[in-house]
C-alpha cells in the first residue's frame, strides 16, 4: 500500500501503528502512519492519554505494538537496540555512578572492545558538548535537574545512535533552564545531523526544534491527524522567531488544533494517513510530502 | 554549654546516665536490710535455722553483686580471655569466639543461598508468587522450633547449632534482595535495555548496585537475629559459646560471671550492627 504520509525514502517509517491494551476494548490509538526522513528533527504533540509515549516506547523496541509495524532503515523494529538512542522524561540516571561513569556504562555497552583510554575521551567529548565538563565526577544527586537532563542527553548522544528519541525530555524543568538546554540541543542536532523523535507539550519548543511537527488527536482510537511543515527558516533562533510573523501562523495553527480539534478527531475521526499542512502559506493542505511541492514550487 | 554540638551533649548526659546507674547499683546490692529477729519466737528462729534459713545470717548477704565485684570480675576475664582448662572452664574471649565463629559460618552459608536465590525470585514474578506461600509459612518459624529436627537429622550438635543461624539468617536476606530486585526502578531496566546490555553485566552493574542498599538492610537484620539467637541455641546444644557460658555461670550461681557476659553480648551485637551500618552506607545512593 503506497502511504502518502510516508515518503517513499523515509528513514523511520511506522505503518498503520496500533495498541490496545488488554481487557480494553477501544484501541488507545490506531492507524498511526508517518514517516521521518535522515536527519530530520520531528516533534508529536498531543493531549495526554493519545498514546505518544507508547509510540516512542514502540519506536525504541521497549514496548510491542499490536498492529502495525515500525520500520528503521528497511528492518523492522523488534526490540531495543543501540541504533536508537532514548532521553528518558526521568532522566533515568543511575544514581550510583558518576557523571563520568554513567556515559561510560553506555559507551562500553556500545564498543566493548575499547580501552579504558578510549572509552574515558569519547566520554569526556560528550560531556564537554553539553558544558558539565566541570561536573564529571559528581553524582546525579549532586546536579541540578537540567544538569541531570544534560547528562541524559550526553549519554544517549554518545552511543551515537543512528536515530534519537526524547520522551518529554524538558517537561520537569523550569523555563529558564529548559530555554538554555533547548538552545543547547538545536546546536548539537544541527552539528550531527541527527535523526530526532521527540515528545514534547510545549508549542514554542517544538516551533525551535521540529522540521515536522505530529500532531495528534485524542484518544481512544487517537491517529496522528495532520503533519505541520516548519515553514520558519532553518537559522531560526529561540530569541528571534517570535519576530517572523510566520511564527504566529504555526503557532495559532497548533494551539487551534490542541485545543478545538483534537477531542472532535478522537474514537477514530482523524483521517488515518495525515495531511502535510503548511499553516499560512497558500497550498494550506496537501497531500503530498513536501518535497514534490518544492518541486512544484520551482517548476 | 549553648555551643556545644547536640552529640557532645548527648555524650555527656550518657555518661551522666551511666553514672547514676552505677549509684543506684551500689546503692541497691549494698543495703543491708534489717530483718529484726524480734519478729521471730526463739523456736521459730531455731526451726528456720534448721531449714537453712538463719534470719540473721540471710540478710547480710546480697545474691547480686555490687559494681566493685562486677569490676572485679570484669578484670579477671579481661586480663586473660583465652585461657583453656578444659570443657567447663574456658576464657571469655574463647566463648565470644566460638560463638561468633559459628554465627559466622551460619550466616555466610544463608547469604550465599539466600542472596543468588532472592535474585532469582525477584527477577521472576512468577517465581516470586508461586514461592511465597512458603516463605510466608518458613520466615515466623521461631530458629529455636528447628532444633529438634537439626539435632535428629544431623546428628552433631555444633552443626546443628550452624543450622539454625543459617535459617533464622536466610529469611531477612531472601525477602529482601527478592523485594529490592523485583522494585529496580523501570527506567535503569529500560536503559539497560535499550543499550543492549547482557544479561549477567545487568544484573551485576545495573540491578546489584541499584537493589544493594535493600540487600544490605536485609543482611543488617539477618545479623541481628543471628546473634539473638545464638545464645539460645547454644544454652541449649550446650559444650562451647558465650551462650553456654551464661547457662554455666548460672548453674554455678555466679552472677557477676552472667552479668559480664550479658554485657559482652550487648557490646559484640552492637559491633556487628556498627559494621553492617557502615555497609549500608556505603552502598547507599541518593537520588
Not at chain 1, 128 to 146: C, E, R, T
Not at chain 1, 159 to 173: N, S
Not at chain 2, 150 to 155: E, F, G, Q, V
Amino acid at each position: 500500500m503506497l502511504n502518502k504520509a510516508i515518503p517513499e525514502d523515509a528513514f523511520l517509517r511506522v505503518e498503520n501503528l496500533g495498541k490496545t491494551y488488554p481487557g480494553s476494548e477501544e484501541a488507545v490509538f490506531e492507524n498511526v502512519n508517518f514517516g521521518i526522513e535522515r536527519g530530520q528533527f520531528v516533534c508529536i504533540i498531543g493531549h495526554s492519554g493519545c498514546g505518544k509515549t507508547t509510540i516512542l516506547n514502540a519506536l525504541a523496541g521497549l514496548e510491542t505494538a499490536s498492529a502495525g509495524h515500525v520500520i528503521m532503515a528497511g528492518r523492522e523494529v523488534v526490540g531495543p537496540s543501540l541504533e536508537r538512542g532514548v532521553v528518558f522524561q526521568g532522566h533515568a540516571l543511575m544514581p550510583w555512578l558518576s557523571v563520568r561513569k554513567n556515559i561510560a556504562f553506555a559507551v562500553r555497552s556500545k564498543w566493548p572492545d575499547w580501552s579504558k583510554a578510549q572509552v574515558d575521551a569519547h566520554v569526556e567529548k560528550y560531556v564537554a558538548m553539553v558544558g558539565l565538563s566541570h561536573a564529571i565526577d559528581k553524582k546525579p544527586s549532586a546536579l541540578s535537574g537540567g544538569m541531570k537532563q544534560r547528562v541524559g542527553i550526553a549519554r544517549a548522544f554518545a552511543i551515537e545512535p543512528k536515530m534519537l528519541l526524547l520522551d518529554e525530555p524538558f517537561g520537569a524543568l523550569d523555563a529558564l533552564t529548559r530555554g538554555t538546554i533547548q538552545d543547547e540541543l538545536l546546536r548539537i542536532c544541527r552539528e550531527t545531523q541527527q535523526t530526532v523523535f521527540m515528545i514534547t507539550h510545549d508549542v514554542d519548543e517544538a516551533i525551535l526544534l521540529a522540521d515536522r511537527i505530529l500532531l495528534m488527536s485524542n484518544g481512544p482510537r487517537a491517529r496522528v491527524a495532520e503533519i505541520v511543515v516548519n515553514t520558519l527558516p532553518a537559522s531560526r533562533t529561540r530569541s528571534g522567531m517570535h519576530h517572523d510573523p510566520q511564527f504566529y501562523r504555526i503557532r495559532n495553527h497548533l494551539v487551534d488544533f490542541l485545543v478545538q480539534r483534537a477531542a472532535k478527531l478522537s474514537h477514530g475521526q482523524a483521517p488515518s494517513s495525515p495531511h502535510f499542512v503548511y499553516p499560512g502559506l497558500e497550498s494550506a493542505e496537501t497531500d503530498s510530502p513536501p518535497h514534490l511541492v518544492k518541486q512544484k514550487e520551482s517548476a | 554549654m549553648k555551643n556545644l554540638s547536640l552529640r557532645a551533649k548527648a555524650g555527656i548526659l550518657s555518661v551522666l546516665l551511666f553514672a547514676l546507674i552505677l549509684a543506684v547499683w551500689q546503692f541497691a546490692t549494698l543495703q543491708k536490710s534489717s530483718v529484726t529477729t524480734a519478729q521471730y519466737t526463739p523456736e521459730q528462729i531455731e526451726y528456720m535455722k534448721l531449714m537453712g534459713k538463719d534470719p540473721g545470717k540471710q540478710s547480710e548477704k546480697s545474691g547480686f553483686p555490687t559494681p566493685v565485684q562486677m569490676g572485679s570480675a570484669a578484670f579477671k576475664h579481661l586480663s586473660d580471655p583465652f585461657f583453656d582448662n578444659g570443657p567447663n572452664d574456658k576464657g571469655i574471649g574463647l566463648q565470644l569466639a566460638y560463638s561468633l565463629g559459628r554465627v559466622g559460618i551460619g550466616y555466610l552459608l544463608a547469604a550465599l543461598v539466600a542472596i543468588p536465590f532472592g535474585f532469582l525470585i525477584g527477577m521472576s514474578p512468577l517465581i516470586y508468587k508461586a514461592l511465597d506461600p512458603f516463605i510466608q509459612v518458613l520466615k515466623p518459624i521461631s530458629p529455636l522450633a528447628w532444633m529438634p529436627i537439626a539435632l535428629y537429622t544431623i546428628k552433631d550438635s555444633t552443626i546443628s547449632g550452624i543450622f539454625v543461624i543459617f535459617i533464622c539468617s536466610v529469611w531477612p536476606m531472601l525477602i529482601n534482595t527478592a523485594f529490592g530486585v523485583a522494585s529496580v526502578r523501570r527506567d535503569w531496566l529500560n536503559v539497560a535495555r535499550t543499550l543492549e546490555v547482557p544479561p549477567l553485566r545487568r544484573a551485576f552493574e545495573v540491578i546489584l548496585p541499584a537493589a544493594a542498599p535493600t540487600i544490605l538492610t536485609g543482611m543488617r537484620i539477618s545479623m541481628g537475629i543471628a546473634w539473638l539467637v545464638i545464645v539460645a541455641a547454644e544454652m541449649l546444644v550446650g559444650g562451647t559459646g558465650i551462650g553456654y557460658f551464661v547457662w554455666n555461670e548460672w548453674n554455678n550461681l555466679s552472677l557477676p560471671n552472667v552479668i559480664f557476659a550479658i554485657l559482652v553480648i550487648g557490646l559484640t551485637g552492637m559491633a556487628l550492627d556498627a559494621i553492617f551500618g557502615r555497609l549500608q552506607k556505603a552502598v547507599t545512593y541518593v537520588e
